[in-house]
Each structure stands twice: as C-alpha cells, then as structure tokens.
C-alpha cells in the first residue's frame, strides 16, 4: 500500500508560479510511475503530467506544455510539479497517483493505483 499527499497548492494571480509535491509513505515509492491529474470545477479529471520510476520519461498534457515541469526524487519519496505562469483555465483540483506499471508510463487514470486527496490550485485574472 502507498500513501500519498499533496501539498503546495493556493490562491495567485495569473503569470504566477506554484510547486506541488506529492509525498509517499508505506510502501517503496521507487518502482511506481506517477502522475499528476486535475479536475477542473464541474469538469471530468484530466491528465496533467506524468513520470517513470526513474524519472527518465516525462509526458505532458498539451495544454501544460513549456509551463509545467514535472520531476521526482526518489531518496525523498516524493514526485513534484512545477507549474509556471498559470492561467484562469489551470484552476482545479490537483491530484498525484502512482501506478503499479513496470517501465510503462501510463496517461489514463484507470491505469492508476493510488491517490493523494488533492490540493487546490485557484488562479484569478
């Protein structure tokens, strides 16, 4: 069983930036890739970024491309994401979750095994 939490997200003006990090306890936190999804108000959850257990291979969704980074540090057990000049459209609830996937990075949150409760990113005009 893996155990994740999120923090770092809050209430900033458009342009600014924000680091989330999704921290992992229980289980080794080495072997999983982790993803990042949102879910903006009233909207389904979308995927957002995503990393392999080695932190070789990222994927992005498009409309995050060049704004956001996402990176882990496996001595720490926990996965962040940096997210940089953000929109009004970025508002969402932000969540992390690990697969169990080997070497696959997966991009569908079906695929995901464990979830963090979400940090709230608002982001006004």
């Known amino acids: 069983q893996v155990q994740l939490v999120e923090s770092g997200g809050g209430l900033v003006q458009a342009g600014a930036s924000l680091r989330l990090s999704c921290a992992a306890s229980?289980?080794?936190?080495?072997?999983?890739?982790v993803g990042w999804f949102r879910q903006p108000p009233g909207k389904e959850r979308e995927f957002v970024a995503a990393?392999?257990?080695?932190?070789?291979?990222?994927y992005y969704a498009d409309s995050v491309k060049g704004r956001f980074a996402i990176s882990r540090d496996n001595a720490k057990n926990t996965v962040y994401l940096q997210v940089n000049n953000l929109k009004p459209e970025d508002t969402a609830v932000y969540y992390c979750?690990?697969?169990?996937?080997?070497?696959?990075?997966?991009?569908?949150?079906?695929?995901?095994?464990?979830w963090g409760q979400g940090t709230q990113v608002t982001v006004s005009s």
């Open positions: 990393i392999s257990w080695s932190g070789a291979t990222t």
């Open positions: 229980g289980r080794t936190f080495t072997n999983y890739a």
């Open positions: 979750a690990a697969s169990r996937s080997g070497v696959r990075v997966p991009l569908s949150p079906n695929e995901y095994h464990y």
